[in-house]
């Protein structure tokens, strides 16, 4: 089997062949030009030579032409054991390259996350029927799972609809700190799946960043702080912030938490935003961990970090993220 690189290497050759041999033509015909200048006696044999040199380089385009079309390429056997010794092709170094803007913007909210004290914990690309729902008090039959319309294999794993399937496994990897005195504090930045109809607002691939929080003396008032906290300072300015109720199995009493548009963002007085869903972590869920509900207490939020980038650079549509569209990742580049 040929290597990549040497038929990669034979079409560029003959397409250079042809455009030299095409640009010699351009320049042949432009000498018809000059046959009124030439002795009446000499034109016929002047015209006859232009005429054999043009048929010779369309000669030429044509057999190179034919020789690229007819050459055998075999298809490539992707089942077949990579040879190491053999040439490997020659691809474009990482200099053309840059991160993407997702991803510098994950970085961001991470590192606020750990400035404020938060210990990190990436999210799961799969995870199972416990971590998704048991561990987070859904009742089994329970209507609220049909609202997690997300994703499912053969095996009977589940793709995480949200990263509050982390919830649980924080506590556990964490419980020492409470033993130690010290509060639970974990930021989980993760990508989520849903079955979701695509358009400017909704992608069935995002990502979501989760916070969980413990102690024996934590309120409703501290989460509300700290996430008013990250607002600002991911957005660089003073924010205003409410809240109205929701509903998740896993906090009592759930909240929807709000920020007013900023105006250097292009918002107006009174236009709220919905950016998370959040609450005191219930009852339920810590004893599930094997921490006691009646000593300690904690508040557990989730978002989607798409939507604060969104906000933040004017984006209107979502799927530009997963598009690969160069023209919009190049306006990210340092």
Not at 60 to 86: M, Q, R
Not at 148 to 173: C, N, W
Not at 275 to 282: E, K, N, S, W
């Amino acid at each position: 089997m040929p290597a990549i690189s040497v038929i990669y290497g034979k079409i560029i050759y003959v397409m250079s062949t042809v455009a030299e041999l095409k640009a010699e033509l351009k320049l042949l015909n432009a000498e018809y030009a000059k046959i009124k200048d030439v002795p009446a006696e000499k034109r016929a044999d002047f015209g006859k030579q232009l005429n054999h040199k043009k048929q010779a380089i369309m000669q030429k385009i044509a057999d190179a032409e034919a020789a690229a079309e007819n050459d055998s390429v075999e298809a490539l056997d992707i089942t077949a054991p990579c040879d190491i010794n053999g040439k490997q092709p020659e691809f474009l170094t990482a200099d053309f390259g840059s991160k993407h803007p997702l991803m510098s913007e994950f970085d961001r909210v991470i590192a606020i996350y750990q400035s404020m004290g938060f210990d990190i914990m990436e999210s799961r690309q799969l995870d199972d029927e416990f971590h998704m729902f048991d561990s987070l008090n859904f009742a089994k039959g329970h209507p609220a799972r049909d609202g997690y319309d997300t994703f499912r294999t053969e095996e009977g794993f589940i793709p995480p609809a949200h990263t509050s399937t982390m919830q649980h496994r924080v506590l556990k990897a964490y419980k020492y700190k409470l033993d130690e005195g010290k509060a639970i504090a974990v930021a989980v930045p993760g990508r989520v799946y849903r079955n979701e109809d695509v358009d400017t607002t909704h992608e069935h691939t995002f990502y979501q960043c989760e916070g969980v929080y413990v102690s024996e003396t934590c309120t409703l008032g501290n989460m509300l702080g700290i996430l008013r906290e990250f607002f600002e300072k991911y957005y660089g300015q003073k924010l205003n912030i409410k809240t109205q109720p929701g509903y998740f199995p896993f906090t009592e009493p759930s909240l929807e938490f709000l920020i007013e548009k900023p105006k250097a963002l292009g918002g107006k007085g009174g236009d709220w935003l919905e950016m998370l869903g959040c609450g005191m972590i219930h009852p339920n869920v810590l004893k599930m961990a094997g921490i006691d509900p009646v000593k300690y207490q904690g508040f557990a939020w989730g978002g989607g970090i798409d939507r604060l980038v969104m906000l933040r650079y004017g984006l209107t549509d979502v799927r530009y993220f997963e598009s690969a569209k160069l023209d919009f990742l190049k306006e990210f580049t340092c």
